[in-house]
């Protein structure tokens, strides 16, 4: 068993000792220190986020927002610093940020984390440029561990050809497509994708990332830009990682006033904050900028740390690929 | 007035594309940028600790801590990861970590923000050594600042002279030193310092950074370890910045199980733990870590990165120094 007892939350500090919790430490820290460097040669200004937010710190998931008494206000513990960088966009061009975030995720088993690291950028760019940039981000970062960090990969027994393998470009279908794929697994179109499909669609495209694009409108993010072509579409996609799932979401934004307030509307989102008693008026930061401002074509993604170590290590536990994994039962 | 509407967090959206906003980002993230340079430079590993903690993950002062409901346990938002970061210094050796620090500060003000950026860096070494590494740190991160970022340090009005001037070795005076000059304003021994009595230490020496070292143990954080010379003060130091404050605390750690215990059960900490319906058992893992493992002799620091942009600013308002100020009013 190569995970070993990595997985152990139980009494973690029983691990911090040992060659294969040292080697997992390392790694991510050099996938981290790349990721750095690639913003840095790429020209990428770090804007610190804010952690405690209105819902505007939150994304896909109101049900999942782990909420504070923040001065006799909701507070809620962010889960995205993108409308935040968005906001940065037109005066600073390509900015990213790298942070906690946090999920209200009751599951404590191996696929679930209540905090993560994550890391996400935005600039004035197209789909197309941004999924260059999800590639060669990635590529940086795993050539990066392959030249550093050789010791902690064998420690850690992992399958450096698979590593090796990775180059761009990645494999590329339309969300159309894979439902198509998934259809006689019982998937429709409008019909949001489960892990295991995730796990199946990589698997089916030769064991490689795979980015799914163009995904249904009401399923994603609501500032995600919709196709001028079929407007049941959103200009986005996400990158799955074989064995891993979903490790990046990613879309061009909408930056026009009239469209981002008719889209947050008729949001999912906004109806799952009016349900836990949050109203549209956490939005009117982010509403009124664009109204006063005026925004400028721009696209973002963000990329789970945990999920690129789990697809580095070749793990199939998340609580092995970090070195405090937070769940329902390991507060530390 | 050179700090313009920076302050202002009402409408700080308002701000995002003023020139004077880019430059204080701009600043703040070159400022991050070599002080990441600086621990790669030497050796550092950096760890992801969290952010969602049991009382271990808090520090000097349990009342300004923000609690949660986390799956029906307490959650406290991580004040420091030092706890955290010290327990890899025997398996990883120098460490650090750089995320965000969490105040119940109920005042908005000049001085509090209720969310800032703490770099902290744990290591096998002794406070003289340490002290070389904030003196070394802070140098290098201010000498890139006036390399590459001229520009903004114009369009800010800073004065270059005043950070040029910016030299190792640092003053440093004790603790007992600093009282007796403070004595006709007041202080006695075993008295913490405030906020004024700290820029008027800053500016009697000359409007310097400034060390303070050998706190009373009492007045510190439970772990600092205890002079072997004068049993009465801990071997810790804080780093004064002229018109800013305190912007390091930093100290040799206790290692050794019994002392450990020791110092946390007698400690002002555990006392305001308890008051707020805590106890001890949060401590558990450390504690079992130390009696199971052992530790080594070691220290730390922890940096608030927005006190060191304000003194690199040289402006008086903490809300003018970083994009998304946090306090008790502009929760965004």
Redesign the interface.
């Known amino acids: 068993m190569r995970e070993l007892g990595l997985a152990n939350t139980k009494?973690?500090?029983?691990l911090?000792?040992?060659l294969e919790?040292?080697s997992v430490?390392?790694i991510?820290?050099e996938l981290?220190?790349q990721a750095?460097n690639y913003f840095?040669l790429n020209g990428f200004?770090?804007?610190?986020?804010?952690?405690?937010?209105?819902a505007?710190g939150s994304c896909e998931n109101m049900m999942t927002v782990?909420?504070?008494n923040?001065?006799e206000?909701m507070?809620y513990?962010a889960q995205t610093g993108q409308l935040?960088l968005e906001?940065?966009v037109?005066?600073?061009g390509k900015v990213f940020c790298i942070?906690?975030s946090?999920r209200?995720e009751?599951d404590a088993d191996e696929r679930h984390l209540?905090?993560f690291?994550l890391m996400e950028i935005e600039l004035p760019c197209n789909l197309d440029e941004l999924i260059v940039h999800i590639e060669k981000l990635l590529c940086h970062m795993i050539k990066g561990v392959l030249q550093n960090k050789q010791k902690e990969l064998e420690i850690l027994h992992v399958n450096q050809e698979r590593l090796r393998s990775v180059k761009r470009p990645f494999n590329r279908i339309t969300y159309t497509e894979a439902v198509e794929i998934l259809s006689d697994q019982g998937v429709k179109w409008g019909d949001d994708l489960k892990s295991r499909h995730e796990k199946f669609l990589a698997e089916y495209f030769g064991n490689k990332p795979l980015f799914i694009t163009h995904f249904p409108e009401e399923i994603k993010f609501f500032n995600m830009k919709t196709n001028e072509d079929n407007p049941r579409v959103v200009n986005s996609t996400d990158l799955i990682l074989p064995g891993v799932g979903e490790a990046v979401g990613a879309a061009e934004r909408e930056y026009e006033y009239e469209k981002i307030l008719e889209k947050l509307k008729k949001s999912r989102m906004l109806k799952q904050l009016e349900e836990i008693d949050g109203s549209i008026n956490d939005f009117d930061?982010?509403l009124?900028?664009y109204k006063?401002?005026g925004g400028q074509p721009h696209a973002g993604f963000g990329m789970g740390?945990t999920r690129v170590n789990q697809f580095v290590f070749g793990f199939n536990d998340i609580r092995t690929c970090?070195?405090?994994p937070?769940n329902?039962e390991s507060?530390?």
């Open positions: 009494k973690r500090y029983e911090f000792s040992t919790l040292q430490a390392m991510e820290a981290l220190k750095r840095e200004t770090e804007v610190i986020t804010p952690h405690i937010t209105r505007t782990f909420t504070l923040y001065f206000q507070g513990l935040y906001s940065m037109p005066s600073l942070g906690p946090f209200a009751p209540t905090e690291t930061w982010y009124d900028f006063k401002f740390m970090t070195v405090f937070l329902r507060l530390i």
